[in-house]
């Protein structure tokens, strides 16, 4: 019934802008929260970016300003706006999504910023 799979990463050059998609690729299952994490090697998973039904969003300090989520009417689709990217936002990009206690993960797109 859930299979998350985002798309959208790849490489970029420093400043640059790319945008993340994430969409369950069963059904219009609609979630009640939606989030997008990040992993670099060697480092833990980190939260990049959140939104809930209602609207209402949460980012991690290092990307406010920077990037932006937002989510269709169906709550089964999330996106990722990123720009003025920087090396250090080099990490696979998760999306996270929730209905009740259960929690979905999809398998990660890759984005590199570098020259």
């Known amino acids: 019934q859930v299979q998350l799979v985002e798309s959208g990463g790849g490489l970029v050059q420093p400043g640059g802008s790319l945008k993340l998609s994430c969409r369950n690729s069963?059904?219009?299952?609609?979630?009640?929260?939606m989030a997008w994490y990040r992993q670099a090697p060697g480092t833990e998973r980190e939260l990049v970016a959140a939104?809930?039904?209602?609207?209402?969003?949460r980012y991690g300090d290092s990307v406010k300003g920077r990037f932006s989520i937002s989510r269709d009417k169906t709550m089964s689709a999330a996106y990722l706006q990123m720009t003025n990217l920087k090396p250090e936002d080099t990490a696979v990009y998760y999306c996270?999504?929730?209905?009740?206690?259960?929690?979905?993960w999809g398998q990660g797109t890759q984005v590199t910023v570098s020259q």
């Open positions: 996270k999504a929730k209905t009740g206690p259960r929690e979905y």
């Open positions: 069963r059904s219009n299952f609609a979630f009640t929260a």
């Open positions: 939104i809930v039904g209602g609207g209402e969003t």
